[in-house]
């Protein structure tokens, strides 16, 4: 009994701090950032750049901070995360120009890119059985942080201006710092590491990296979507909307998976991401919009709560398999606006839709029905 009340408490601080992490990270990001750039004179190109320093760093710094956290443990490494969670934002009092603003993204980057993978590999080590409905709950946990966050950071812009935003950014990670100390020390350090690449990872990564590259795409560009333009509260609705859905349906997904497998929920869920692209591609109408983003919310909610426990079902280095998912995931996010802005909405959103199905039926040909 006094386990199973400990294995909640630590369920409890993991969730917490997941929550408080991405909450001050994304109220750093959105709308902080780009109307922060802008007051110090900054002009589109390089606010672009500035924004994009944080993801550059994610796809190196997850893989390392996996594999870290599988030698050294994961308490050392949350810690890590939090220090920079609290020192990052303070950072922007000194920034003045487009480099020592993305210097301080750089930085910044860090934290998100060594809490992300380490956590859900802790939650992974600690309900093997049930992995998929618990990291479920801690991906609800960081999506409610996300989903606020702008709304927040907005308002205290508007009502007391960037530096408390900044303050309040530290003291969110002020929490998760002082929250690592509660976890428990490990049991012992990995004597031998090996990992060696496996093809069924990364096709898992490739699934993660559509799923993002389309989740990107929407956030960039739905609001220059002709009937939204000049109605900026209204698009920012439907991405509070989109987040909204994800947040609740993903603990459901994450206990689907762990009753049904990995494989059914991962088919179902790359189907609707590839049925809401296309949606988007041919919208003509909001009330098509909206129903392509609840379709990608749903869709995005059951593969993403599958590909992570499938993950560490695969590689018994759990943070190691994790931030090299992060890693693939990461570019996919960078180059989904990339790819829309150069091919334009129609065929921009539909390609990345394509791309998508297309690595679920290599995957589904890689695996056999039995093995998940």
């Given at each position: 009994m006094k386990f199973v009340r400990t294995k909640s408490r630590l369920l409890h601080i993991v969730l917490l701090s997941g929550f408080f992490?991405?909450?001050?990270?994304?109220?750093?990001?959105?709308?902080?950032?780009?109307?922060?750039?802008?007051?110090?004179?900054?002009g589109r190109d390089e606010i672009g750049l500035v924004a994009a320093a944080s993801t550059v760093t994610g796809i190196v710094v997850n893989l390392a901070s996996g594999i870290l956290s599988d030698v050294y443990g994961r308490r050392k490494l949350l810690k890590v995360?939090?220090?920079?969670?609290?020192?990052?934002?303070?950072?922007?009092?000194?920034?003045?120009?487009?480099?020592?603003?993305?210097?301080?993204?750089?930085?910044?980057?860090?934290?998100?890119?060594?809490?992300?993978?380490?956590?859900?590999?802790?939650?992974?080590?600690?309900?093997?059985?049930?992995?998929?409905?618990?990291?479920?709950?801690?991906?609800?946990?960081?999506?409610?942080?996300?989903?606020?966050?702008p709304v927040l950071a907005g308002s205290i812009i508007y009502l007391l201006g960037f530096s408390v935003v900044f303050v309040l950014c530290s003291a969110t990670g002020l929490v998760v710092f002082v929250l690592a100390f509660r976890l428990p020390a490990p049991g012992g350090k990995l004597e031998r590491f090996e990992f060696s690449f496996s093809g069924s990872l990364l096709l898992i990564g490739l699934l993660d990296a559509a799923v993002y590259m389309a989740y990107q795409g929407i956030e960039t560009f739905l609001p220059l979507f002709y009937y939204l333009q000049g109605k900026a509260w209204l698009s920012g609705l439907i991405l509070s909307l989109e987040v909204g859905v994800m947040a609740i349906v993903k603990p459901y997904a994450?206990?689907?998976?762990?009753?049904?497998?990995?494989?059914?929920?991962?088919?179902?869920?790359?189907?609707?991401?590839?049925?809401?692209?296309?949606?988007?591609?041919?919208?003509?109408?909001?009330?098509?919009?909206?129903?392509?983003?609840v379709v990608f919310s749903i869709g995005a909610s059951l593969s993403g709560a599958s590909t992570k426990p499938l993950a560490?079902?695969?590689?018994?280095?759990?943070?190691?398999?994790?931030?090299?998912?992060?890693?693939?995931?990461?570019?996919?996010?960078?180059?989904?606006?990339?790819?829309?802005?150069?091919?334009?909405?129609?065929?921009?959103?539909?390609?990345?839709?394509?791309?998508?199905?297309?690595?679920?039926?290599?995957?589904?040909?890689?695996?056999?029905?039995?093995?998940?």
């Open positions: 992490a991405i909450l001050g990270s994304t109220m750093g990001k959105s709308p902080t950032l780009p109307l922060y750039a802008q007051s110090l004179g900054l995360s939090g220090f920079v969670f609290l020192t990052a934002p303070l950072l922007y009092f000194l920034a003045n120009d487009a480099l020592t603003l993305a210097l301080v993204r750089v930085y910044y980057g860090i934290a998100t890119a060594v809490f992300v993978p380490v956590s859900f590999a802790l939650i992974s080590d600690m309900y093997p059985d049930r992995r998929g409905t618990f990291m479920g709950f801690l991906s609800s946990a960081t999506l409610v942080g996300r989903a606020l966050a994450g206990y689907l998976s762990d009753r049904v497998g990995r494989k059914k929920p991962i088919i179902a869920g790359m189907s609707l991401v590839g049925a809401a692209m296309l949606t988007f591609s041919v919208a003509s109408s909001l009330p098509l919009l909206i129903l392509g983003a560490t079902e695969i590689s018994k280095l759990h943070g190691t398999a994790l931030g090299f998912l992060e890693s693939i995931k990461d570019i996919g996010q960078a180059a989904g606006p990339i790819i829309i802005g150069f091919l334009g909405f129609r065929f921009g959103f539909a390609f990345v839709g394509l791309f998508g199905v297309a690595v679920l039926m290599v995957f589904v040909l890689r695996f056999k029905v039995g093995d998940l």
